[in-house]
């Protein structure tokens, strides 16, 4: 909302246990006037960080305000997951495409356009980047600090928020702390009474309670006053208060994803059960507009109260006005190619079951924004939900030349967090491991496992580790891991990955995994992992042994699409003078015929468990036994932590698959990087020659042979 002289200050109405923890509330972001709460949970602590400061709620008037029409913009941001600065800590390098600093900019200008806004955020804030690890783990913040990233949110001033289930990740203590204190769990290392720097807006969580109290973790809700401008039918503009209800949820999978620091401590319910009890007590206390900040997105699967992301359902709930989703790192609306298109939903007045909605991507990509239009009657606020609409507003885009474009950054947010920034850059160049190799994906696509078999050992002990502790319906089943080489030449030379031999440092593990997926396992049997390698292999042309003249081994078929295994388990061949499709020859399990009917648990990504429906009809999220929140980098990390000498013997040199041995009339060549030969034999691969230095791709490349019959 407005913003207004900053001598001015806020009125507190406070009911029950959570006076002492928000007495010290300090101004925060776009909005003026009070806070009312819920009487149940605890509630975040103030923060000291300079913030906008609003007005006061203005003194009752004796004259009534006649009816009058007003626009309230609420503004969300969602998973930003600590990514402040538009800087990618695993590549050493700044990354324009996202970053808390540019969403600052479009949020400014919407305060511009609006005359009265909320700032909002949906969760996921706090975990996700190197910085995040920093500050928990490495050198954890103390009580009397901040987050970085609710240092940069309070230079926003944040209404309200919710928590996501990352949140949760480095368990309840550290919670609790950057909450502001107050929580009330069975762990003896909590002190309810503590009180400590919190994010500087409240948290609401409605979902989650305590089981030592039964009550909620944090309040379930709060009731913001605030006065509003608005205009009547003869053009007058008047202030009017209002109070706007704000209710969170997130997701009940934090009890399987943070078991291990959230079991026998609290307890999850459903969303909709949960509007359910507290938006009536939200209207009886007044609240004219009940915002749902939901960490969740859609899905048309049956309602359970164990449902991941439930807003179908929960927007039919009585009484919420608006509703902001996450999770999902989705995008809505998207009125292009839209990623959700279930009933009910309408991508192009941004709505799910009529009530306006949004989801605003992930790491600050964008901005989300409800419209909503209220009506004055003289005595009471009234929701107009059909005149309501949401857009996104993005920091990237491109202009009318189709150059890709970016916001400019805001300039307070970096000086806020730069001490913790420049720490967290000498933090992950420090050495994690060490290799006794070069871990290269140059020659992957010819056989050399050498940057892959890292990942997949990471992948396949971690889910391993999963289901003996809490999946013993599975516990019988052999685990496996599949990846592929995400860097393999096609941007040019510098596009493989690359690790050189002696110290592995944290920023190192994006060469060896490059993209931010998350490891998902999923269930097979013999047959699907054929037809999983079948697809895989459409990385290659079809070879005709006869033709004398070159031909070119590599397809247009992505490199990240090339999934392999790396074990001696599992042994295969891929026959390329074949036809797509019926390529892989001799499929083995420890030595012996695959049984096409024996189950297998394969640990992957994200990506490929849900949309890769063409290499398997199991991986359309269909065969998926459990969805870690965990990224699959952050996997590898800790794997290499763990165990830190990493040598060609042990983590390099375990090939699942080679090429049907077959002679040939002409060369069959392939492109790689310059000067790599020695790389090919180090890995132990007969048969590569240099060709050209050039391959005149204009890449930068070498062209290679290979001899297929070696």
Same mark, same amino acid.
């Given at each position: 909302?407005?913003?207004r002289p900053p001598h ?7 009911a029950?246990p ?10 925060c972001g ?5 806070f009312?709460v819920?009487t149940s ?5 103030? $923060? ?7 007005s006061p709620?203005?003194a ?5 305000v006649p009816?009058a ?7 969300e941001t969602?998973?930003l997951?600590? %990514? /402040? ?5 695993f590549?050493?390098a700044?990354d324009?495409?996202? +970053? ?6 479009l949020?400014?200008?919407?305060r ?11 969760g996921?804030?706090?975990?996700g980047?190197a910085?995040?690890?920093y500050?928990?783990?490495v050198k ?5 600090q ?9 230079a ?6 919710t928590?996501?289930?990352h949140?949760f ?5 550290f919670?609790n702390?950057?909450?502001?204190g107050?929580?009330?769990?069975a762990?003896?290392?909590i ?5 400590c720097?919190g ?5 609401t969580l @409605?979902?989650?309670t305590s089981t030592r109290?039964?009550a909620?973790l944090v309040?379930p809700?709060v009731?913001l006053q ?6 009547t039918a003869d053009?007058?503009d008047?202030?009017v ?10 997701t009940?999978?934090?009890l399987? !994803?943070?078991?291990?620091?959230l079991?026998? &401590? ?10 359910n009890?507290y938006i009536?007590?939200m209207?009886a206390?007044g609240?004219?507009? /009940? ?7 859609l899905d $048309?699967?049956t309602y359970s *109260?164990t449902m991941e992301?439930p807003g ?18 989705g995008?809505?609306? &998207? ?5 959700y298109?279930?009933?009910?939903v309408? %991508?192009t007045?941004?709505?799910?079951n ?7 991507s $992930?790491w600050?990509k ?11 009657? +003289?005595?009471?606020w009234t929701?107009?939900k ?10 990237q885009g &491109?202009?009318?030349?189709g150059?890709?474009t970016?916001?400019?950054v805001?300039?307070?947010i *970096?000086?806020l /967090?730069e001490?913790?920034?420049q720490?967290?850059?000498a933090?992950? #160049?420090q050495?994690?491991g060490?290799t006794d ?5 140059l020659f992957a696509?010819?056989?050399d ?5 890292i990942?997949n050992q990471a ?7 999963y289901i003996?502790?809490?999946l ?12 592929a080489p995400f ?5 040019g ?13 944290i920023?190192n593990?994006a ?5 931010p997926?998350t490891?998902?396992?999923v269930?097979v049997n013999g047959?699907?992992i054929q037809? !999983?390698?079948?697809a895989?292999?459409?990385?290659? =042309?079809q ?5 004398? @003249?070159?031909?070119q ?7 990240? =699409?090339f999934d392999m ?7 295969y061949?891929i ?5 797509k499709g019926s390529r892989? #020859? %001799?499929l ?5 015929a695959?049984?096409t ?13 849900t949309s890769g429906?063409s290499?398997?009809a199991?991986?359309?999220?269909s065969?998926?036994i459990w969805? $870690?929140?965990?990224a =699959?980098?952050d996997v590898?990390i =800790?794997h290499i932590?763990a165990?830190p000498t ?11 698959w080679r ?5 040939t009339?002409g060369?069959v ?7 790599a030969?020695s /790389?090919?034999t180090?890995a132990g691969?007969n048969g590569?020659?240099?060709v050209?230095?050039?391959d005149?791709?204009?890449?930068g490349t070498?062209k290679?042979a290979i001899d297929l019959?070696?």
């Open positions: 909302m407005n913003q001015a200050r806020r009125r507190l109405l406070l029950g959570v006076l002492a923890s928000l007495l010290a509330l300090t101004a776009g909005g003026d006037g009070t009312a819920g949970g605890s509630a975040a602590a103030p $923060s000291p960080a300079p913030a906008p400061a609003p709620a203005p009752p008037s004796a004259a009534p009816p029409q007003a626009t309230l913009a609420i503004l969602t998973d997951h600590a %990514n /402040v600065r538009s800087y990618d800590y590549k050493l700044e324009k495409s996202y +970053g808390f600093e540019r969403t600052a900019t949020i400014r200008q919407a511009q356009e609006f005359a009265n806004t909320l700032l909002l955020d949906n996921d804030t706090i975990q980047t910085l995040a690890d500050e928990a783990t954890p913040v103390g009580c009397d901040q987050l970085s990233m609710y240092k940069a949110m309070a926003l001033g944040y209404d309200g928020g928590l996501g289930n949140e990740n480095y368990g309840l203590p919670l702390q950057v909450l502001g107050g929580m009330t769990v762990d003896s290392s002190d309810p009474s503590k009180k720097v994010p500087g807006f409240p948290v @409605a979902n989650v109290t039964n909620p309040q809700y009731i605030r006065t509003i401008k608005a205009r053009g007058q008047v202030s208060p209002i109070k706007v209800g704000l209710i969170g949820f997130t009940p999978g934090i399987n !994803w943070d078991k291990r620091f079991d026998g &401590k609290v307890a999850t319910q459903g969303a909709v059960e949960t509007a009890r009536p007590e209207k206390k609240a004219d507009v /009940v915002v749902a900040l939901l960490h969740g997105g $048309s699967s *109260a992301s179908l359902y929960l927007s039919k709930v009585a009484g919420i006005d608006a509703m902001l989703m996450g999770h999902q790192h995008e809505f609306p &998207k009125a292009t190619s839209p990623g298109t279930q009933s009910g309408d %991508n007045k941004g709505t799910v009529g009530v306006p909605a949004v989801m605003a $992930s600050g964008a901005l989300g924004v409800v419209k909503l239009q209220l009506r004055w009657t +003289g005595t009471q929701v107009d059909d005149a309501g609409r949401s857009e996104l507003r993005y920091i &491109k202009d009318a030349a150059k890709t970016y916001v400019d805001d300039p307070t *970096a000086p /967090v001490s913790q920034h720490a967290t850059i933090y992950v #160049k050495p994690i060490s190799f070069r871990m290269s994906t696509d010819v056989g496992p050498g940057a892959i078999q990942v992948q396949q002990a971690y889910v391993a580790a003996q502790a809490n013993p319906q599975y516990a019988a089943l052999p685990v496996l891991s599949v990846s860097k393999s030449g096609f941007q030379a510098g596009d493989y990955t690359d690790v050189a031999a002696g110290p592995v440092a920023y593990a060469d060896l995994y490059l993209y997926n490891v998902y396992a269930k047959a699907d037809g !999983w390698l079948e895989a292999a459409q990385r290659f =042309n070879i005709d042994p006869t033709k004398t @003249a070159e031909q081994l590599i397809s247009s078929f992505p490199g990240y =699409n295994f790396t074990t001696a388990d599992m042994q061949e026959d390329v003078t074949q036809p892989i #020859k %001799n083995q399990y420890k030595g012996k695959i049984d009917a024996q189950e297998f648990v394969i640990a992957t990504n994200n990506y490929r468990a429906k290499f398997s199991k991986l359309d999220g065969g998926t969805a $870690s929140p965990d =699959n980098r590898l =800790n932590r165990n990493i040598t060609r013997a042990g983590n390099g040199a375990a090939r699942s090429f049907t041995k077959v002679t009339a060369p060549v392939f492109s790689s990087g310059p000067g030969l /790389v090919a180090a691969l590569i020659s240099l050209a230095a050039d005149g791709s204009g890449k070498s290679y019959s070696k």
